[in-house]
T-cell receptor
Framework: AQKVTQAQTEISVVEKEDVTLDCVYE???????LFWYKQPPSGELVFLIR??????QNEISGRYSWNFQKSTSSFNFTITASQVVDSAVYFC?????????????FGQGTILTVHP | SAVISQKPSRDICQRGTSLTIQCQVD?????MFWYRQQPGQSLTLIAT?????????ESGFVIDKFPISRPNLTFSTLTVSNMSPEDSSIYLC?????????FGPGTRLTVT
């Protein structure tokens, strides 16, 4: 069985601060995929990134960056110079490969509030 | 990419009744997934719907409560049967793409 843990329930920062959202996962499969989604107050899920288990390269997209470390089973997400529009719930999720691909196990989510 | 639409977007229903949620994808897909998000909670997979076969349900979800249809490769329905207030949730349809997992806008259900 798969498990995703987001230990930070809520984070509050002031605009322009950097913030890191933690994600730790558990799986016995060697092929798996890690995801991050943003859910703003409007409710829709916004896809941010997918990483497969064979690609440990860190990724940067604008103010967003992701650090994938298989040694610690972590896939952390950093927002640099946070903005009020970053306020949302962020979910980390895991899917194994093969016939189970698409069956996501979600973490409990981290509520990020960015104050002006 | 895939664009997913759901109907209705929201509904308020009385306990004991049933609601059928429709999910339409703009491309043919083998598997469609139904997720539930209870208020203030994370998302949980309900079932996987394959065209031409019975849906596969996750632990804690049963066909009598959440019957699913998958008549073709672009469409699926999820019925929430004999509803109780505990069924108040957002129900989301999802499909797996090559590079991402797509989600519909969700159906926000309130049971009174």
């Amino acid at each position: 069985a798969q498990k995703v843990t987001q230990a930070q329930t809520e984070i509050s920062v002031v605009e322009k601060e950097d913030v890191t959202l933690d994600c730790v996962y558990e799986t016995r499969d060697t092929t798996y995929y890690l995801f991050w989604y943003k859910q703003p107050p409007s409710g829709e899920l916004v896809f941010l990134i997918r990483r497969n288990s064979f690609d440990e390269q860190n990724e940067i997209s604008g103010r967003y960056s992701w650090n994938f470390q298989k040694s610690t089973s972590s896939f952390n997400f950093t927002i640099t110079a946070s903005q009020v529009v970053d306020s949302a719930v962020y979910f980390c999720a895991l899917s194994v490969g093969g016939t189970s691909y698409g069956k996501l196990t979600f973490g409990q989510g981290t509520i990020l509030t960015v104050h002006p | 990419s895939a664009v997913i639409s759901q109907k209705p977007s929201r509904d308020i229903c009385q306990r004991g009744t049933s609601l059928t949620i429709q999910c339409q994808v703009d491309s043919q897909v083998t598997m469609m997934f139904w997720y539930r998000q209870q208020p203030g909670q994370s998302l949980t997979l309900i079932a996987t719907a394959n065209q031409g076969s019975e849906a596969t349900y996750e632990s804690g979800f049963v066909i009598d409560k959440f019957p699913i249809s998958r008549p073709n490769l672009t469409f699926s329905t999820l019925t929430v049967s004999n509803m109780s207030p505990e069924d108040s949730s957002i129900y989301l349809c999802s499909v797996a793409g090559i590079y991402e997992q797509y989600f519909g806008p969700g159906t926000r259900l309130t049971v009174t």
